[in-house]
């Protein structure tokens, strides 16, 4: 309404000077009108086909060049119609007719609208897309992307249903009640999918998890992470196992993640010496045997605790801390701590340290028999 009211005063003005002809006919006004908006489609099309380019390539992101290689046609249809609309003002025509015709060219406006929002959000979900397939390593970019593009086209194509029918005088109230319902049956129909969906989501998001990670779930399952899916992530196990888990159950869960915060982990081997055994001899002897392991790390440097004194000797820990390079697999781990117990055994053995097994010692006493 104020674009109309601006348009009435400018032809006022234009009625007062020297070249109030051309206003004066009301056919040739409205071709002028339009003629102009033509005019102004077409240069705002060379505008982003040539102006823009240039603007665009200064930023960090492709994102705005192809927003504006994706809008440039329909914006310019835009501004045609928006000079059609205006060049209908002073035709004075009948009041059905411009209440149709003003009907029908907002009806094809929201139709580009429409078309311009779903474009647009098409190249955002793509841009993002990028992003998350590098950070993740996982398929489910491969699953969530498209199913992000079916659904905000739906969602933007219902939007612009209502839009249509708001225009045309239907009453949308009780369309949008019912879409609303239809929404929270299939919303319940769905449910654990959708929580599986979006616990895929949360696990990639929050980076607590990614492919190749070694991982420990609380229900027992443990081994790496080969894929995160769009409803559930694969684990492969020790035994060559493939363990699939909902990601609703694993993002629920408790996880070890052996590889975070880094690629550092410790391993511990218990083991006991006969009582007798010079503590200190002892630990020095076993300390010496760690060096020269293949995945150790001396800082933190490997130790060795007194824990307490058993039933049948003094028991031992030994910390050894090491850590992952590319090709480690996850029996890296458990083979780490086998040559750590090996390397303790035979320095042991060959220091003449006892390790004691379980004995007892029986006291029998003699009693002499009353006569």
């Known amino acids: 309404m104020e674009m109309i009211q601006g348009y009435l005063a400018i032809t006022e003005i234009l009625q007062n000077s020297s070249v109030g002809f051309l206003v004066v006919n009301k056919w040739l006004h409205a071709g ?15 505008i982003m086909h040539h102006i823009s380019p240039l603007l665009t390539s200064k930023t960090k992101t492709s994102i705005d060049d192809l927003i504006v290689e994706k809008i440039k046609i329909p914006m310019s249809w835009l501004i045609i119609l928006l000079g059609i609309y205006i060049s209908l003002v002073p035709l004075s025509l009948p009041e059905k007719v411009n209440i149709v015709l003003d009907d029908v060219i907002l009806s094809i406006v929201v139709i580009f609208v429409t078309f311009i929002v779903i474009k647009t959000t098409d ?62 049956v299939l919303g319940l129909a769905l449910k654990d999918s959708l929580a599986n969906i979006f616990g895929g989501i949360s696990i990639v998001i929050d980076k607590s998890l990614k492919v190749g990670d070694k991982v420990k779930i609380n229900t027992g399952e443990q081994g790496i992470i080969e894929d995160i899916g769009l409803r559930s992530t694969k684990i492969r196990g020790y035994d060559n196992e493939l363990v699939i888990v909902p990601n609703n159950v694993l993002a629920n869960n408790v996880i070890t993640n052996f ?4 690629l550092s982990n410790r391993v511990g081997v218990k ?19 760690l060096q020269g392991m293949k995945h150790i790390v001396h800082n933190p440097k490997p130790q060795v605790i007194l824990t307490g004194m058993a039933d049948s000797g003094l028991n031992f820990v030994t910390f050894v ?41 029986v006291y029998m006493e003699k009693v002499k028999k009353k006569r």
Request: proline share 3%; hydrophobic share 50%; glycine share 6%.
């Open 123 to 184: 190249v955002l979900i793509d841009a993002w897309g990028k992003d998350f397939a590098v950070k993740t390593r996982s398929s489910i970019d491969n699953a969530l992307i498209p199913l992000f593009h079916k659904s905000s086209k739906v969602l933007f194509f219902i939007l612009g249903i209502v839009a249509l029918l708001k225009v045309w005088n239907f009453n949308v109230t009780s369309l949008l009640a019912g879409i609303g319902i239809a929404g929270m």
């Open 321 to 361: 801390w090491f850590t992952w390079d590319k090709e480690s697999t996850i029996d890296d781990r458990y083979n780490v701590q086998e040559e750590a117990t090996q390397r303790i055994y035979e320095a042991l053995n060959k220091a003449k340290i006892g390790i004691p097994f379980p004995t007892r010692k």
């Open 271 to 289: 083991f006991s010496v006969e009582y007798g055994s010079d503590v200190e001899k002892t630990k020095k002897v076993v300390l010496r045997s």
């Open 259 to 262: 590889s975070l915060p880094d």
């Open 32 to 46: 002028l009108i339009f003629l102009g908006f033509f005019i102004l489609s077409k240069a705002a099309c060379w």
